[in-house]
């Protein structure tokens, strides 16, 4: 099964600080792409940041960056300056050639004063 | 900018009754999917279609469960008879090529609840 693994089910940060949620997944496909999904309140998935695989670049997308570690097959999210807004579910999931996404099962970011 | 939307935003049925949840991709994507969120759980794919046709879906996707587009526009999922366990967030979502460096865009999403 390809399965996509989130170890932390809640995680907290103070505000401006850096926070690091972990993923990893299991895959057979040499081309694939990894994503972190955002889920507020609200519900709407919007998507922070994604990966090609056969990128070896880390992506970056403002205070958001990964560090994506395909041997090891990892992709982590870096926050950095944490801000309020940034309080929601975060999903990692993954598509293969077949497209479709398979997400982990989440992790909720709490962000303090 | 483009998006998809999905009507309604919350249904509430009867268990035993038919559903249609509906969604408008965003015009020029060609690859649609529907995915499944019960409350406090992961997202999960149920279903893809590509040229008229069912291109994959998931164990979850059983007899009570069809996809169409019947207009060139439109996008639905048909629940035949609900069940207590089709409660849940289901989302629509649609990209332009199958090549993933373009996003796939959800939807908002509609709840259901089963009475």
């Known amino acids: 099964a390809q399965t996509v693994t989130q170890s932390q089910p809640e995680m907290s940060v103070q505000e401006a600080e850096t926070v690091t949620l972990s993923c990893t997944y299991d895959t057979s496909e040499s081309d694939y792409y990894l994503f972190w999904y955002k889920q507020p309140p609200s519900r709407q998935m919007i998507l922070v940041i994604r990966q090609e695989a056969y990128k070896q670049q880390n992506a970056t997308e403002n205070r958001f960056s990964v560090n994506f570690q395909k041997a090891a097959k990892s992709f982590s999210l870096k926050i950095s300056d944490s801000q309020l807004g940034d309080a929601a579910m975060y999903f990692c999931a993954r598509a293969g050639t077949a497209s479709k996404l398979t997400f982990g099962t989440g992790t909720r970011l709490q962000v303090t004063l | ?115």
């Open chain 2, 1 to 115: 900018e483009p998006e998809v939307t999905q009507t309604p935003s919350h249904q509430v049925t009867q268990m035993g009754q038919e559903v249609i949840l509906r969604c408008v991709p965003i015009s020029n994507h060609l690859y649609f999917y529907w995915y499944r969120q019960i409350l406090g759980q992961k997202v999960e794919f149920l279903v893809s279609f590509y040229n008229n046709e069912i291109s994959e879906k998931s164990e979850i996707f059983d007899d009570q469960f069809s996809v169409e587009r019947p207009d060139g526009s439109n996008f639905t999922l048909k629940i035949r008879s609900t069940k207590l366990e089709d409660s849940a967030m289901y989302f629509c979502a649609s990209i332009r090529h199958r090549d993933f460096s373009y996003e796939q865009y959800f939807g908002p999403g509609t709840r259901l609840t089963v009475t």
